[in-house]
């Protein structure tokens, strides 16, 4: 299906292990966007990529890897999670400059225990 | 950096009531996004403004850019149970309207009452 899709929708995972959250778009748009929502934070900007091979920080980066190998994918990686890295995570992606609208994925909601 | 503050936080209306989420920024606003979003669900885009005094509607939802660029408001007329959600306002980072790198506010959550 057309669109933006993220997998898993849910996951719990144990503090300390690696987790891996997938993002892919069908509309080979180019900027590529990573949140996270918490009550009371709302949404910040995790990472983000103009295209495939360029990714940047956003303002809260640090404990994610991100990589953007093929401009479908955006996969974000907690390399040692942790308890303050539950919440939702958002993927978003959008067309060239230009193009106002970002198009959001459903989301995964992942729990550190 | 940019701050955006939403008011108010919640809000609870009845079935035909109008009613209205202000969204103010601690800068000049290049572009401000309006996005609604359903519990569990991702985020709708609603609409964009950039220019001062810039008015923008769609179906019963309207949003307005003051003239000095740093309040909107959204406006919904004769609120229906479809209109509950989480609105939330976002602002461009940048001069001239690019759509990266977005700062969002808190949101308003909206319940409408049949």
């Known amino acids: 299906d057309a669109g933006i899709t993220q997998s898993p929708r849910y996951k719990i995972t144990e503090t300390g292990r690696q987790v891996t959250l997938m993002c892919h778009q069908t509309?080979?748009?180019?900027?590529m966007f990573w949140y996270r929502q918490d009550l009371g934070h709302g949404l910040r900007l995790i990472y983000y990529s103009a295209a495939a091979d360029i990714t940047d920080k956003g303002e809260v980066p640090d404990g994610y890897v991100v990589s953007r190998s093929k401009t479908e994918n955006f996969p974000l990686t907690l390399e040692s999670a942790t308890r303050s890295q539950t919440s939702v995570y958002f993927c978003?992606?959008?067309?060239?400059?230009?193009?106002?609208?970002?198009?959001f994925g459903p989301g995964t909601r992942l729990t550190v225990t | 950096s940019q701050e955006l503050e939403q008011s108010p936080q919640s809000l609870i209306v009845q079935e035909g009531k109008n009613l209205t989420i202000n969204c103010t920024s601690s800068?000049?606003?290049?572009?401000l996004y309006w996005y609604k979003q359903k519990y569990g669900e991702g985020l709708i885009f609603l609409m964009m403004?950039?220019?001062?005094?810039e008015e923008k509607s769609h179906e019963k939802i309207t949003a307005k850019l003051d003239e000095k660029k740093q309040q909107s408001s959204l406006h919904i007329t004769a609120s229906q149970p479809s209109h509950a959600g989480i609105y939330l306002c976002g602002a461009d980072g940048g001069s001239g309207g690019s759509n990266y790198k977005l700062t969002f506010g808190k949101g308003t959550l909206l319940t409408v009452n049949p």
């Open positions: 403004l950039q220019k001062g005094g």
């Open positions: 800068k000049t606003l290049y572009g």
């Open positions: 978003a992606s959008t067309g060239p400059l230009g193009s106002y609208e970002q198009y």
């Open positions: 509309w080979s748009h180019s900027y």
